[in-house]
């Protein structure tokens, strides 16, 4: 598929009407969905034919852009059951088989690498502190492959920091930096748009590299 037909494709997917505030519920636009899922397969072949769970999936941009670039399975969790349905919804609208399940990411049971690729835009924990550290601990525990996430740049140093130190990744690569705008979702955003910059970042979790040659 080219990129911009899944950016248009991501474009008709319905998102948040009542976002809840205390959960960071806002959506990845279109444009940087797209090009997040087309680098991660064109780039590094994380997507294809690969088992891919998109972490704290809110209404499934993510999950369903993996499934629109031929992902063999795409599982969406949220904690949120009313995202959930409505990421159904979309998947269902494109014809897509995604699995959905409901559970605080902190509470999520997978022992081992039950997954090749984890995308996701986690909560920048400016809500509840650490909340995007929680994200990348558990993704970079049940990844076999890569984590696929968006952090604050401002967060950069610290989020390498806690990758490469604390969450046992074997690199943590800054693929790219963007500008996020976040539509005027909140009563307490001034701006009509709160344009932030945001890095997409690319973890290789530490023992599942291929032997080195
Ligand atoms: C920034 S939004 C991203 C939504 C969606 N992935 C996207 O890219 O459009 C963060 C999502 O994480 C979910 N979330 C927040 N805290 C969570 C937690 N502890 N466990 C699971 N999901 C959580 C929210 O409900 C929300 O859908």
Redesign the pocket.
């Known amino acids: 598929m080219k990129l911009k037909q899944l950016e248009s494709l991501l474009g008709g997917l319905q998102q948040f009407s009542n976002p809840?505030v205390e959960?960071?519920?806002?959506?990845?636009g279109p444009h940087i969905?797209s090009r997040m899922l087309y680098t991660a397969e064109n780039s590094f072949g994380d997507v294809c034919d690969k088992v891919v769970a998109?972490f704290?999936?809110?209404?499934g941009?993510?999950g369903v852009a993996a499934g629109l670039l031929g992902a063999e399975h795409v599982i969406g969790?949220?904690?949120?059951p009313e995202?959930l349905e409505l990421a159904s919804l979309n998947a269902e609208e494109l014809e897509l088989d995604i699995d959905y399940v409901q559970?605080?990411?902190?509470n999520l049971g997978w022992r081992a690498e039950v997954v090749d690729t984890i995308v996701?835009?986690?909560?920048f924990g400016t809500r509840k502190k650490g909340?995007d550290m929680?994200f990348l601990s558990v993704a970079l525990k049940v990844a076999s492959q890569a984590v696929y996430s968006l952090h604050k740049t401002s967060t950069r140093d610290h989020v390498k920091r806690a990758a490469l130190q604390q969450f046992n990744a074997s690199s943590a690569e800054v693929i790219c930096e963007l500008r996020y705008d976040l539509p005027q979702t909140y009563k307490f955003h001034k701006k009509r748009e709160v344009d932030i910059a945001v890095d997409l970042w690319r973890f290789v979790p530490k023992s599942k590299q291929g032997p080195e040659v």
């Open positions: 809840k959960l960071e519920q806002y959506p990845t969905a998109d704290g999936c809110g209404c941009t993510l969790i949220d904690v949120d995202s559970c605080n990411i902190k996701m835009n986690p909560p909340a929680d």
